[in-house]
């Protein structure tokens, strides 16, 4: 299994400029998230899912949207990325009943 | 409300020394406490959870309710524990099990 992916790796953008991201897992996990890492900041919630089909915000969510199309699928979407989401963004997943979080290699994202 | 605290950014210790990371909670309720671990260059990882009460890597977790924390221990650092820990805390919220994660306190152990 290759558990959780992420891509890309990483990406600038300019200001303005818009993308998405892709985590996949094969784990069969209901619940999915993106994370946002910063230095000093620690992980961050931007929006997470209990479910395909259902999304929710998280500590975070301004400037980022996300679909869960499918199961095995969470998009995080920058409409018009802002210099302040320069970040590391992590995806997660967990099973409902465990709530061990499952990590994938991030994607680093400069916005000039 | 649930928050997790870890109150230092950076521990440096001498390989072979003792090493305790520390880790505060706020939560009205029984939680579920976990330390993961994410070396240079590489994903998060969970360490340990507290509901396991196992030993990992030399690492031990004791959930202390009394005085609402969950520091992670090791009796002798060695230089691959070099690494950020997160501690986290799981609590259900709004229909869904919620997990807060601390800040990070980057472990530097010195040859």
């Known amino acids: 299994n290759a558990g959780v992916t992420q891509t890309p790796k990483f990406r600038v953008l300019k200001t303005g400029q818009s993308m998405t991201l892709l985590c996949a897992q094969d784990m069969n996990h209901e619940y999915m998230y993106w994370y946002r890492q910063d230095p000093g900041m620690g992980l961050r919630l931007i929006h997470y899912?209990?479910?395909?089909?259902?999304?929710a915000k998280g500590e975070v969510p301004d400037g980022y949207n996300v679909s869960r199309l499918k199961k095995q699928n969470f998009l995080l979407g920058l409409e018009s990325a802002a210099p302040s989401q320069t970040s590391v963004y992590f995806c997660?997943?967990?099973?409902?009943?465990?709530?061990?979080?499952?990590f994938g290699p991030g994607t680093r994202l400069t916005v000039l | 409300a649930q928050r997790v605290t870890q109150p230092e950014k950076l521990l440096s210790v001498f390989k072979g020394a003792p090493v305790e990371l520390k880790c505060n909670y706020s939560y009205s309720g029984s939680p579920e406490l976990f330390w993961y671990v994410q070396y240079s260059r590489q994903r998060l990882q969970l360490l340990l959870r507290h509901i396991s009460r196992e030993s990992i890597k030399g690492f031990t977790a004791d959930l202390n309710k009394g005085e609402t924390s969950f520091h992670l221990k090791k009796p002798f650092a060695q230089e691959e524990d070099s690494a950020m820990y997160y501690c986290a805390l799981s609590g259900p919220s709004g229909g869904y099990q919620k997990v807060t994660f601390g800040t990070g306190t980057k472990l530097q152990v010195i040859p």
């Open positions: 899912s209990v479910g395909e089909g259902t999304t």
């Open positions: 997660a997943s967990s099973y409902v009943r465990r709530n061990e979080q499952f």
